[in-house]
């Protein structure tokens, strides 16, 4: 009986409670969800990807400390200016404000994020890379393109100075596109989370590389001219 009164709801009605219902009714399958694989390529701590060194550059990742090799700091100071043909790639920024300062380290949970400011041009993540698809696309992995960008969270819902998400690209302010195809809109994945899903010209869906990889390219727009514009980025996940 169960089974027969599942089988007499719509998709919407399934995926309720599971995303927003602004996403369900724009036709994401439930089967997407509950067979697809996925890969997240993230810059938070703790993760057996960054661990490993898979989702980060060799010698990016301290065994010890988890941290970073770039600061913020370090980031700013680089005047590298990516073009549109040629994005710069956007840097892993450790958060210093998340580590103690302590000889026994006892939290290990670190909000990193990938940066990108007004000062960079254009920049980009690939997702996966090379060794992302060697460890977890290997077997299983056939997207069908849903892109899903989860943006650093800001200490309670204040964000730094500059710092751009949604209601920026919502005013234009913060330009994205997704192997070459421009996000049109953002769609929240579920209630309260920091994680959106792009939606480019022919909708939710995205065509992979022909190496099946996925680039964001991202470009952050000046607005005040008393703060450097910037975006966060914690997590890039792709199914």
């Not at 549109?84 to 302590?102: F, G, H, I, W």
Request: proline content about 4%.
């Amino acid at each position: 009986q169960h089974s027969l009164k599942r089988s007499n709801m719509t998709q919407a009605e399934m995926l309720k409670g599971s995303v927003t219902e602004e996403l369900a009714a724009k036709g994401l399958k439930l089967e997407y969800l509950l067979q697809n694989k996925i890969i997240c390529h993230t810059a938070m701590l703790p993760s057996r990807s960054r661990y490993l060194e898979i989702s980060t550059p060799k010698n990016q990742t301290k065994i010890i400390n988890f941290e970073g090799n770039l600061s913020l700091e370090d980031v700013t100071k680089d005047g590298t200016i990516g073009t549109q043909s040629l994005p710069k790639t956007m840097p892993l920024v450790n958060d210093p404000e998340s580590r103690q300062q302590c000889e026994v380290v006892l939290n290990v949970d670190h909000r990193d994020y990938f940066y990108a400011s007004e000062n960079s041009g254009f920049s980009s993540i690939v997702f996966p890379n090379d060794a992302e698809f060697s460890a977890y696309g290997a077997e299983g992995f056939n997207p069908v393109g849903l892109v899903i960008l989860c943006f650093k969270k800001c200490d309670w819902l204040k964000c730094s100075p500059g710092e751009m998400q949604k209601d920026a690209f919502d005013l234009g302010h913060l330009e994205l596109w997704v192997n070459e195809q421009r996000v049109v809109n953002m769609t929240a994945f579920d209630r309260g989370s920091q994680c959106t899903v792009l939606e480019g010209e022919n909708g939710l869906y995205h065509n992979p590389s022909f190496e099946g990889r996925f680039e964001l390219v991202v470009r952050v727009h000046k607005v005040d001219k008393d703060t450097i514009s910037n975006v966060r980025i914690a997590s890039m996940l792709v199914l």
